[in-house]
Each structure stands twice: as C-alpha cells, then as structure tokens.
C-alpha cells in the first residue's frame, strides 16, 4: 500500500521560506517519478515541479528560480524548498507518485502579512 506524508507547511511573510517533506512508504522514491502538485482556494489542482528517476527535474514556470525539488533516497523523502514566497504561492500542496497516481492528504502553505 502506497502512503505519502506531507509536511513542512505553515503561515510566513512574503519573502519567506518554507521546506516541505513527502515521506512515502510502499514505494521507493528514487524508482519513481515524484511530484509536487498546489491547489489554491477555488482554483484547479496545479503542477509545481516533478523529480524523475533519473534526477531529470521540471518546473512549472512561476516557481522557477525560487523553488527546489530534491529527494533522500536513504529518507524516502521528497522535498520541495520554497524560498522568496509570494501571496500567491498561498495553497494547499500535495505529492504525488506518478505511476501509481497516489497522492497524499496535503499540507497547508499560506503567505500572508
């Protein structure tokens, strides 16, 4: 059975940081192509970054430059560092296997003054 936990989330400043983890169980992260996905209040569920197997990485276009996908292959974690935030990076942030389409239970980022 696939599990995947996120955390990291939490309020901060414009400008902020944040690192968020997805520790996965019934998969091994370095197998697989993980992601990052965000959902916003009343929006559709986004694409934020991928990793593959192979380190290949993508980003969508608005995180480029601030934020930094990367895994623990010793951890089972994939992680997602969220630097220079913005209000509009406020959303719930889910992870995601891609070849299992499993998906965690998300974990809350707000940026706010």
């Known amino acids: 059975q696939v599990q995947l936990v996120e955390s990291g989330g939490g309020l901060v400043q414009p400008g902020g940081s944040l690192r968020l983890s997805c520790a996965a169980s019934g998969i091994s992260v370095s197998s697989n192509t993980m992601g990052w996905y965000r959902q916003a209040p009343g929006e559709q569920r986004e694409f934020v970054a991928f990793i593959s197997s192979g380190r290949n990485i993508n980003y969508a276009d608005s995180v480029k430059g601030r934020f930094t996908i990367s895994r623990d292959n010793a951890e089972n974690t994939v992680y997602l560092q969220m630097n220079n935030l913005k209000a509009e990076d406020t959303a719930v942030y889910y992870c995601?296997?891609?070849?299992?389409?499993?998906w965690g239970q998300g974990t809350q980022v707000t940026v706010s003054s």
């Open positions: 995601n296997c891609l070849r299992t389409a499993s």
